[in-house]
């Protein structure tokens, strides 16, 4: 994926051409289950104006019961997940829609090409940075679900984080491999993005609060904004709290 819009969509697409096809396209062709999710988890092929390329379609219906989240939510928080972090300009999770394919309405997000045994538990100190924020933005959406195997490199060792159905609830679920950094100062820049995400959801009329107060209930949105502006006042990483902290298995 390429953010230059010079690019042509056949030699490497565009975001803009990717969020496109994703909601646009044909995903009718599966190309089997992803085995390792708790969920149904399906390979399609997106098909549209001549690209063709794989994604992860994450059907409602064939997502788990839990007892902590309402039924039928985990694919709209996949989609909270990627306008969190496309609001914050971070870029931290593929493109992802919410849309109707051929098992009815799911999660679609772009496939991003890596290695499954690359992983957070394998990544050397050059992914600092990167995990860094990968860290503040679990802590922004409550990640109930930050495994090791979430944390995948695409070719340019670009970190991106996914499987995020299980976040933004409105009690404090933060379940993450990632606590490195408990305890430390929150970079400036980071602090400022997390301010300009607190006046967007000030704002009623804001497009991204708009579409987010579609994907997740009232008390959602506000334990959101009470956990960012936590976040600004404290200006420090958070620390594990009683309960439990990281997720099972790992990895």
């Given at each position: 994926?390429?953010?230059?819009?010079?690019?042509?969509?056949?030699?490497?697409?565009?975001?803009?051409?990717?969020?496109?096809?994703?909601?646009?396209?044909?995903?009718?062709?599966?190309?089997?289950?992803?085995?390792?999710?708790?969920?149904?988890?399906f390979l399609v092929d997106v098909v549209h104006d001549g690209l063709t390329f794989p994604a992860v379609y994450k059907p409602q219906g064939g997502e788990r019961?839990?007892?902590?989240?309402?039924?039928?939510?985990?694919?709209f928080r996949e989609r909270a997940a990627f306008l969190t972090s496309e609001a914050l300009g971070w870029r931290l999770v593929p493109p992802t829609v919410l849309?109707?394919?051929?098992?009815?309405?799911?999660?679609?997000?772009?496939?991003?090409?890596?290695?499954?045994?690359?992983?957070?538990?394998?990544?050397?100190?050059?992914?600092?940075?990167?995990?860094?924020?990968?860290?503040?933005?679990?802590?922004?959406?409550?990640?109930?679900?930050?495994?090791?195997?979430?944390?995948?490199?695409?070719?340019?060792?670009?970190?991106?984080?996914?499987?995020?159905?299980?976040?933004?609830?409105?009690?404090?679920?933060?379940?993450?491999?990632?606590?490195?950094?408990?305890?430390?100062?929150?970079?400036?820049d980071d602090l400022r993005d997390l301010a300009a995400l607190c006046e967007k959801l000030d704002a009623p009329d804001d497009p991204y609060t708009g579409q987010?107060?579609?994907?997740?209930?009232?008390?959602?949105?506000?334990?959101?904004?009470?956990?960012?502006?936590?976040?600004?006042?404290?200006?420090?990483?958070?620390?594990?709290?009683?309960?439990?902290?990281?997720?099972?298995?790992?990895?």
């Amino acid at each position: 994926m390429n953010d230059d819009s010079s690019i042509p969509p056949d030699d490497n697409p565009t975001f803009e051409t990717i969020m496109s096809a994703l909601q646009d396209g044909d995903i009718s062709t599966e190309q089997g289950t992803i085995r390792w999710s708790s969920n149904y988890t399906f390979l399609v092929d997106v098909v549209h104006d001549g690209l063709t390329f794989p994604a992860v379609y994450k059907p409602q219906g064939g997502e788990r019961p839990l007892w902590d989240f309402p039924d039928g939510t985990l694919c709209f928080r996949e989609r909270a997940a990627f306008l969190t972090s496309e609001a914050l300009g971070w870029r931290l999770v593929p493109p992802t829609v919410l849309r109707d394919g051929s098992r009815g309405l799911g999660s679609v997000q772009f496939f991003i090409d890596h290695d499954p045994e690359h992983h957070y538990f394998t990544f050397d100190a050059s992914f600092k940075p990167q995990l860094m924020k990968l860290a503040l933005f679990d802590a922004v959406i409550n990640n109930a679900d930050r495994k090791g195997g979430h944390c995948i490199a695409d070719a340019d060792n670009r970190l991106w984080g996914i499987d995020h159905g299980i976040a933004f609830n409105a009690q404090n679920k933060l379940r993450t491999v990632i606590w490195n950094f408990a305890g430390q100062p929150i970079a400036a820049d980071d602090l400022r993005d997390l301010a300009a995400l607190c006046e967007k959801l000030d704002a009623p009329d804001d497009p991204y609060t708009g579409q987010m107060s579609q994907l997740i209930n009232g008390a959602e949105m506000l334990s959101l904004k009470r956990r960012i502006r936590l976040l600004i006042d404290s200006a420090c990483y958070p620390s594990p709290g009683p309960g439990p902290n990281y997720p099972w298995p790992p990895v």
